[in-house]
């Protein structure tokens, strides 16, 4: 198939969803009023609601933890690592881990797609496969497993990359690389990869998280194709395609999302789930991911989990009232909402971005519980997720370029929390 029979194919499916969602199916509130309707997903047959009423309490094991976790380590001290990570979490009080398997195009995994990590590669040559042992571990624990993944970004390391149609964007003096959303190669190689591990583990999910078209406005104008896109936006409007080339960028990752989400439903029970940035009108026009179309239509995401990552004195966004303006997006009944709590940031200061609350995190000692307080009272949210696990144990933290920690309000802020996490 050509490319210009492959757009006129991809035409036909896009307006046939868009009438499906004219139907009734579409949000009901955008970030702007603007927003065309969401395209692209199905209903996966059979599929009942994503989770069970059961509070969800989840906690992030990421690429950064792992490498310190398997770097150097025999098959034996991998797994000892990993049984113990998961019976830290279980001991937290928590019922899911979601354990990063691909981060920059890489695996901690065997994988025939993409190429070890750095981390994980001795221990894959010699036969030891961390997912595996992973899924085990956990499921030991009575914990599930969700297999978080980074879709389209490959990092520094360009010799990561699965196929060509690739794109890079500079940071500080360094090129990082990423797939091309609306390349047909790419998003096959993406989906493959999903299907991989669900088939080849006993996952209980998988989550992409925010990491969609990046934010670099100089290398992905928002009204006029980047240059990497330019050859496949020419052969849409060549193929009587007529959406702006913003809203085209949104349906190359609805058609990502939705195929994902057809893929990890071919394990029975799988569930598939995205924890987006928690500004929802960023994700809309910078990240080009529909938020609030996937969670109002079904076929797209079993959950959501946005990063609050505030607190509750952040002068642009307070905690309980971000909460509440994601309670208040219209979901679908398949959809459950989840909110990811920056654990990260306690005993931290300053808090850059927050304004008159840059020291809050340093002068309390109970901005987690009271977050997962104000979860539990609000009905709308169905569970938590915490970034991340290391921060659990407070003397571990390091600060970031012009912060300070204070480990005793790490510790104090990590004591008033397990209470609640152990009901």
């Not at 906690?59 to 990993?82: C, F, H, M």
């Not at 797209?300 to 994601?326: L, T």
Request: proline share 6%; with cysteine.
């Amino acid at each position: 198939m050509n490319l210009m029979q492959n757009w006129r194919t991809r035409l036909a499916a896009l307006a046939a969803c868009l009438a499906l969602l004219a139907g009734g199916c579409g949000p009901l509130s955008r970030p702007e009023s603007t927003s065309p309707p969401a395209s692209g997903g199905e209903e996966a047959p059979g599929t009942d609601a994503a989770e069970t009423a059961e509070e969800f309490r989840g906690v992030w094991i990421s690429y950064i933890e792992l490498n310190a976790l398997l770097k150097g380590k025999t098959a034996g001290q991998a797994a000892q690592a990993l049984d113990d990570v998961m019976e830290n979490a279980a001991s937290y009080g928590m019922n899911t881990v979601i354990f990063h398997v691909r981060a920059m195009s890489d695996a901690y995994y065997k994988s025939a797609l993409f190429p070890p990590a750095d981390a994980a590669k001795a221990l894959l040559e010699g036969g030891f496969d961390p997912l595996a042992y992973a899924v085990e571990a956990a499921h030991r624990q009575g914990l599930k497993i969700h297999a978080w993944v980074n879709p389209y970004r490959i990092g520094a390391k360009k010799e990561n990359a699965g196929c060509t149609d690739i794109f890079s964007v500079d940071s500080g003096g360094t090129p990082y690389y990423y797939y091309n959303p609306a390349s047909e190669e790419a998003q096959s190689l993406i989906l493959q990869g999903v299907e991989e591990i669900v088939a080849g583990y006993a996952v209980d999910g998988v989550q992409f998280d925010d990491y969609f078209y990046p934010a670099d406005t100089t290398v992905i104008p928002p009204d006029s194709p980047a240059e990497f896109e330019e050859p496949a936006y020419e052969e849409y409007t060549s193929a009587g395609g007529g959406l702006a080339v913003a809203d085209w960028r949104r349906a190359q990752v609805d058609v990502l999302v939705a195929g994902a989400y057809r893929k990890v439903h071919a394990r029975e029970g799988c569930v598939f789930g995205i924890s987006p940035d928690a500004n929802v009108s960023k994700n809309y026009t910078t990240l080009y991911a529909d938020i609030a179309g996937w969670i109002a239509c079904p076929g797209y995401v079993d959950y959501i989990c946005p990063q609050i990552y505030f607190g509750f004195e952040n002068s642009a966004a307070p905690f309980d009232q971000a909460v509440a303006d994601w309670a208040a997006y219209s979901r679908h009944d398949s959809v459950q909402l989840y909110v990811g709590l920056g654990i990260y940031k306690t005993g931290m200061s300053p808090d850059a971005y927050a304004g008159q609350g840059k020291e809050e995190w340093v002068e309390h000692s109970d901005i987690m519980k009271r977050s997962v307080e104000c979860l539990r009272g609000q009905p709308e949210v169905d569970g938590m997720i915490f970034y991340s696990y290391s921060s659990f144990t407070a003397q571990t933290r390091s600060p970031a370029a012009g912060q300070a920690y204070d480990p005793e309000t790490g510790q104090k802020e990590v004591e008033n929390l397990l209470p609640l996490l152990r009901q």
